[in-house]
């Protein structure tokens, strides 16, 4: 039998936001890895420039990126175990949140022509 999809219920918002921090999860330059947990520390959170916001060398409606700078879905995903936040200015994507399926994949992300 196939694994769930989304297993957790994240709702659209949630999902779009963890699938566009698992793209800045893997540009080195915008996040520190533990290699030993496997967690992804996120350096910066991208902000809206104009109608769009560019997640690395990505970009993506500021609409579909809205859930960076909403408090709620960060809640929803740290007490789901995906995410945690040390301090007020980073966020760290746990293990768990690097690797759940998002079923989005590439859906958001255009290559940047600036």
């Known amino acids: 039998?196939?694994?769930?999809?989304?297993p957790l219920k994240l709702n659209k918002?949630?999902?779009r936001t963890?699938?566009?921090?698992?793209?800045?999860?893997a540009d080195e330059k915008l996040s520190r890895r533990d290699e030993a947990s496997g967690d992804v520390t996120l350096l910066d959170l991208p902000r809206p420039h104009g109608d769009h916001v560019h997640v690395?060398?990505?970009v993506v409606s500021a609409r579909d990126a809205s859930g960076f700078s909403n408090p709620?879905?960060?809640r929803a995903l740290i007490r789901k175990g995906l995410a945690r936040t040390d301090d007020p200015l980073t966020v760290t994507l746990t293990a768990e949140g690097v690797a759940y399926d998002?079923?989005?994949g590439d859906r958001f992300a255009?290559?940047?022509d600036h």
């Open 1 to 6: 039998m196939p694994p769930k999809k989304n």
């Open 72 to 74: 709620a879905v960060w």
């Open 102 to 104: 998002t079923g989005l």
């Open 56 to 58: 690395g060398r990505f």
């Open 13 to 15: 918002l949630q999902l």
């Open 18 to 25: 963890l699938a566009l921090a698992q793209v800045l999860a």
């Open 110 to 112: 255009t290559p940047s």
